[in-house]
C-alpha cells in the first residue's frame, strides 16, 4: 500500500499545521518527520504553492548554524556558481546519486563489518570489558595463591603464617650472618 503524502500547511505567520494530526508543528518536528522517513509536502496556506523544499533548506540553514557543519563555505560557494551554468541542470541529479551511492557504500560497510565481526562495536566493548575483568579477576586468585603456598625451607604448613610466633620469626634471628644462640 502506498504511503500517503502528509500536508503541512505554512500560515503567514510562519507556523506550521499539520494536517494529518490537526496541529501546529514545529520545524524541529518537521525534521523529525524527515529522520523517520515520512513523505510530506509543505503548501502555503493561502496560495497552495509547494514550499517544501523551502521548510528543508531553512531546517538545513538552522543544523548549519549550530554544531559541526557538513557543508563548508567551499562547497555552498562551488554550489551557487552552478545557477545560471548550463549544467545546472545535471547537478541536482548527480548529487543526488553520489549522496545514495554514499549511503549504499556505508550500508555495506556496516553489513560488512558486523557479518566479520558477528557483532555491534558495543558487544565487542562489552565482550572485551568480560574478558579483562576475567583476566584481571585470574591475576588476582594467582597473586592470592601464590602469597598461600609454603615457601622452600618453610614449615611445610599450608598457611602462610601458621605455627610461627607473633614476633614472625620460627625461632632466632632471622637477619643474615647473625648466630642464634
Do not use: C
Amino acid at each position: 500500500m502506498a504511503q500517503k503524502l502528509r500536508t503541512i500547511k505554512k500560515y503567514p505567520n510562519r507556523r506550521l499545521y499539520d494536517t494529518e494530526i490537526s496541529s501546529y508543528i514545529t520545524l524541529e518536528e518537521v525534521r523529525q518527520l524527515v529522520l523517520d522517513g515520512e513523505t510530506f509536502e509543505v503548501r502555503d496556506a493561502k496560495s497552495g504553492e509547494d514550499l517544501t523544499r523551502s521548510v528543508l533548506l531553512q531546517i538545513i540553514s538552522e543544523h548549519e548554524d549550530k554544531g559541526q557543519p557538513m557543508l563548508s563555505p567551499q562547497l555552498l560557494s562551488q554550489i551557487i556558481r552552478f545557477y545560471g551554468d548550463s549544467l545546472q541542470g545535471f547537478m541536482g541529479p548527480y548529487l543526488e546519486r553520489s549522496l545514495q551511492v554514499f549511503l549504499d557504500q556505508q550500508q555495506q560497510f556496516r553489513t560488512q563489518l558486523n557479518s566479520l565481526l558477528g557483532q555491534t562495536p558495543w558487544q565487542m566493548l562489552n565482550d572485551l570489558t568480560e574478558r579483562n575483568m576475567d583476566a584481571w579477576k585470574s591475576m588476582q586468585r594467582g597473586f592470592l595463591d601464590a602469597a598461600g603456598r609454603p615457601q622452600p625451607g618453610g614449615s611445610g604448613s599450608s598457611e602462610p603464617f601458621a605455627n610461627r610466633p607473633a614476633g614472625g620469626t620460627t625461632g632466632g634471628s632471622n637477619r643474615p650472618g647473625k648466630k642464634t644462640g
